[in-house]
């Protein structure tokens, strides 16, 4: 039988998504108001559990009109996971694993279980650690949407809406001035953001990193939208995304946490268009707004069941487990099969479908894409 809990911890890692202090709010009120138990907070993800000082009790003021906010009242960080941390010995980076003594110093402080709000790496270092003895249960985040095992995650209703309103204020300028402008979206190496933004907003062109664009294809579709009098149009291309034949591109020197980042296709997709077709043509990088700011309602909710039925999960002893959404239901899964691989948009959905049916060029003939399916099926 598991031992009763008198007091979990609680803290986020990884980027920040709107939503993740909706989720403290629900971890806490769920916590005292259900079990009265005590809640830690702990500061900066896993480094709050490697320094002295980041942890602090965590009641029912301290979470009071938190649940509108944007980002973490925790602090987060790309950085610290505990099993490869870096420290700068002499002007040199060394790595050491200091996961025993996060466990230990969990055990110290009384920690008798811990949720972790976080995408797929802090999801993986939970898992890490609840193979070490630590009581853990995930709560899956980020606006990339790519956590397998889960329908949605909350933070990226938030950032689709976000990204639909820059669509819509390009849509004018780019009337009024015959432009084609491109949008370059965030979502790592999947397209779940730009292909729901870029329908939602009636993008002219959605390149996502499901599907290698072919440049021919692009092309194409801009010259039949001149050829009808529509002067202008919006091309959406996820961060991700790439030629056929190509590689995604990542920033120079842009190295966190040991992921490399992302950044730069919108820019090198209008040079190659700007060299074929005499259009006028802009680029906007959406960037962090998609992460900063106010959750949706959609993403409120969803970050209050999630924080909510974590705190039972941890109650219930669901170690090694994450909560999910199912359709209607909020589900318990094992945080091993959601961190096998990252969730990527089929390309039989029917949002691929709806986006054919509507002639959105998805960067490649229906051929290439119907292939792609085949292959991986
Ligand atoms: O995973 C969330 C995300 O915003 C990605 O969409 C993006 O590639 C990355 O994080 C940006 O990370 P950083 O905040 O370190 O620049």
């Given at each position: 039988?598991?031992?009763?809990?008198?007091?979990?911890?609680?803290?986020?890692?990884?980027?920040?998504?709107?939503?993740?202090?909706?989720?403290?709010?629900?971890?806490?009120?769920?916590?005292?108001?259900?079990?009265?138990?005590?809640?830690?907070?702990?500061?900066?993800?896993?480094?709050?559990?490697?320094?002295?000082?980041?942890?602090?009790?965590?009641?029912?003021?301290?979470?009071?009109?938190?649940?509108?906010?944007?980002?973490?009242?925790?602090?987060?960080?790309?950085?610290?996971?505990?099993?490869?941390?870096?420290?700068?010995?002499?002007?040199?980076?060394?790595?050491?694993?200091?996961?025993?003594?996060?466990?230990?110093?969990?055990?110290?402080?009384?920690?008798?279980?811990?949720?972790?709000?976080?995408?797929?790496?802090?999801?993986?270092?939970?898992?890490?650690?609840?193979?070490?003895?630590?009581?853990?249960?995930?709560v899956p985040k980020t606006i990339d949407n790519d956590i397998q095992e889960t329908d949605i995650t909350?933070?990226?209703?938030?950032?689709?809406?976000?990204?639909?309103?820059?669509?819509?204020?390009?849509?004018?300028?780019?009337?009024?001035?015959?432009?084609?402008?491109?949008?370059?979206?965030?979502?790592?190496?999947?397209?779940?953001?730009?292909?729901?933004?870029?329908i939602a907003g009636g993008a002219d062109v959605i390149l996502i990193p499901e599907i290698p664009y072919r440049l021919d294809e692009i092309i194409r579709k801009i010259e039949v939208r001149n050829a009808r009098g529509a002067t202008f149009s919006i091309i959406v291309v996820a961060e991700g995304a790439y030629p056929e034949g190509g590689q995604p591109l990542y920033q120079m020197n842009r190295t966190v946490g040991g992921v490399h980042r992302l950044g730069g296709i919108g820019e090198v997709l209008a040079e190659e268009l700007r060299t074929r077709t005499n259009n006028d043509i802009r680029v906007t990088v959406l960037g962090h707004l998609q992460r900063g700011g106010t959750p949706s309602a959609y993403d409120r909710q969803l970050a209050t069941r999630f924080g909510s039925m974590a705190v039972h999960l941890a109650a219930q002893g669901k170690f090694g487990h994450m909560v999910a959404l199912h359709g209607e239901k909020i589900e318990a899964v094992p945080i091993a099969d959601a961190i096998t691989s990252q969730k990527f948009v089929p390309l039989d959905s029917d949002e691929i479908l709806t986006a054919q049916s509507l002639y959105i060029s998805l960067g490649n003939t229906r051929q290439a894409i119907e292939k792609l399916r085949e292959e991986r099926s």
């Open positions: 039988m598991e031992s009763p809990i008198h007091s979990i911890g609680v803290l986020t890692g990884g980027g920040d998504a709107p939503g993740l202090n909706a989720v403290i709010r629900a971890v806490v009120k769920t916590a005292k108001n259900e079990y009265g138990w005590e809640v830690l907070g702990i500061e900066d993800g896993f480094e709050g559990l490697i320094h002295p000082g980041k942890i602090h009790p965590l009641d029912q003021e301290d979470v009071r009109g938190i649940l509108p906010r944007g980002g973490t009242i925790l602090g987060t960080t790309n950085r610290g996971d505990p099993f490869r941390y870096e420290v700068e010995v002499d002007g040199k980076i060394e790595t050491y694993d200091l996961s025993n003594d996060v466990v230990h110093k969990a055990k110290v402080l009384g920690i008798d279980a811990l949720i972790v709000i976080g995408g797929d790496g802090s999801l993986r270092i939970a898992m890490e650690l609840v193979k070490k003895g630590l009581k853990v249960v995930g909350f933070g990226f209703d938030t950032a689709v809406n976000t990204a639909t309103d820059a669509i819509d204020r390009l849509h004018t300028t780019a009337e009024s001035h015959d432009r084609t402008i491109i949008l370059e979206l965030m979502g790592r190496d999947a397209g779940w953001i730009a292909l729901r933004s870029g």
